[in-house]
């Protein structure tokens, strides 16, 4: 394993480091017989998880991974090491909790989703967050790639016969979307546009249809434009010439898309911005002077 999926930090073609955010402290110390593994936000594990929950009146601990992921031995093996580590660590958190049951409210949380799960590869999404005092929590993300063959991780960018070619090309699909999404954002909350195409760190996510080919990659930028940006998602599906970029070991895992990229922003849902309008105008409101 690398230090990079231990830190829980790893992402596709990317790095984003536990930065400070409005990590929800939503599911803290729940009552007796409450199962918060069971409300995640998105439940893509074919059946039941194994997650460990431990809380009390000011703290919760959770961590949690798909059944998929526990059949491959190496891998349950990590993420069982992972737990008993992250438990570890959060101990002195919970003996200060006890001590200051009026100040204190503190929580770690570790889901790993399962994304796709094919005879070449099984592909994991990770959310991991923390609070441990101050004004604001912490948290991050990523995915995690286990080739079956060769039963070990890989890198996201082994995925690719030429990882840098595969970078440019993702970048010339989605740079121009995020360009103008970020200005269209910018027109409507008063602020200035930045660059067109930031470099990582960034979060992404390999989706998959319902038999478990991925078909789209879901690249996120948390923050880019600071917290009252909104966050940014795009969407681009697997074209000929991705699919041409993947290694023959792994295109069985990848299916091709009919469906248009685009690019989203929290901020504005119903605004999200295709290659068909990418290369529109923005009219910026004119600004008190």
Known sequence: MTNAVTSGTILFLGLLVL???????????????????G??????????????????????FRFSYPAAAGRIPRLKAHFDLERRKKEEAFQPLIAYAAEHPETADFFEEADYLLDANRPE???????????????????????LLWDKAADREIEN????????????ELA?????????????????????NRSPCPKPPYEAALLATPDGRINTLKITYHELDGYAGGEYAAFIPVSPQLLGMIQQRYKGAFALSSEPSRVCNANLPQQCVTAANAGQAVVRKPQPQ
């Open 19 to 37: 930065g400070c955010g409005n990590a929800s402290k939503a599911g803290h110390g729940q009552p007796a017989g409450a199962d918060p593994c």
């Open 39 to 60: 409300e995640r936000e998105k439940d893509r594990v074919a059946g039941p998880a194994t997650c460990s929950v431990q809380a009390g009146a000011n703290w919760h």
């Open 121 to 143: 590869l099984i592909a994991l999404s990770f959310r991991v967050s923390e609070y441990s005092g101050g004004a604001h929590g912490l948290s991050g993300g990523g995915t």
């Open 157 to 168: 960018s082994n995925l690719f016969t030429d990882s840098s070619a595969a970078m440019r």
């Open 172 to 192: 010339r699909v989605h740079c121009p979307m995020l360009a103008r999404a970020r200005a269209a954002e910018a027109e409507a909350s008063g602020g200035f």
